[in-house]
């Protein structure tokens, strides 16, 4: 089947590929040709101006495809912090402002954060996932528990990536492989929901 990712964040793409093409989509159970906005010039972005990562998730998946008329994929997520009362969350893309920053964003987060003692750093990434088709919509949720650190750590990955270190892992998400982040992070978990269902569903579409 083919299918749209809705984003145009290099890196999120990247990712998403990565577990798509790595997690079983593709075989004898469903096979998946990958498409992104760039092969559709009529696609304009969307505004993310949702309250919740599902909102958002549907307005971009549902556009992408009434606009390319192929299935489409799109992910919304963020970092919910406790000692933010739940910030950044929706806005995590544009923490330190409108256009999106991610090393001002992560730099506004340790700020916010400098007097939060250690055990009062619990955080977590929260995916939502859409699918949209002529069937309709529908969403997958994923999230992975952690803490945030007092400074960046590692090269790899994006965003929040170099101070998140997951439940249980002395590394931050920024010093891992994208199959180790993929096989525990919010994105990983999301689409193995969706694959589940796909393969459920059968590769012949809902
Ligand atoms: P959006 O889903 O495009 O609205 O943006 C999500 C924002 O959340 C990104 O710009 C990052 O700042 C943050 N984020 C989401 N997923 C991750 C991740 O896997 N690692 C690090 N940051 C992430």
Not at 43 to 56: I, K, S, Y
Not at 108 to 135: N, Q, T
Not at 163 to 186: Q, W
């Amino acid at each position: 089947m083919d299918i749209i990712l809705a984003s145009r964040n290099k890196k999120k793409i990247e990712e998403l590929k990565n577990i798509i093409e790595s997690g079983g989509f593709s075989g004898k159970d469903v096979s998946v040709n990958i498409h992104t906005p760039d092969e559709f010039p009529q696609c304009e972005d969307v505004e993310e101006d949702g309250a919740t990562f599902e909102a958002n998730a549907i307005k971009k998946a549902a556009y992408i495809f009434e606009c390319s008329g192929m299935t489409a994929v799109a992910d919304d997520s963020g970092l919910v912090v406790d000692a933010l009362n739940g910030a950044p969350g929706v806005f995590s893309a544009r923490y330190a402002g409108e256009v999106t920053d991610d090393w001002a964003n992560l730099r506004k987060l340790l700020r916010e954060m400098k007097d939060v003692p250690d055990e009062k750093r619990g955080a977590r990434f929260v995916c939502c996932i859409a699918l949209a088709d002529r069937s309709g919509i529908k969403t997958f949720m994923g999230h992975v528990e952690g803490r945030i650190g007092r400074e960046p750590i590692g090269e790899k990955g994006f965003g929040y990536d170099p101070v998140f270190y997951p439940e249980g892992h002395e590394r931050t998400f920024a010093e891992m492989t994208d199959e180790e982040k993929g096989s525990m992070s919010h994105r990983g978990r999301a689409l193995r929901e969706l694959q589940d269902y796909l393969k459920e569903q059968g590769s012949h579409g809902r």
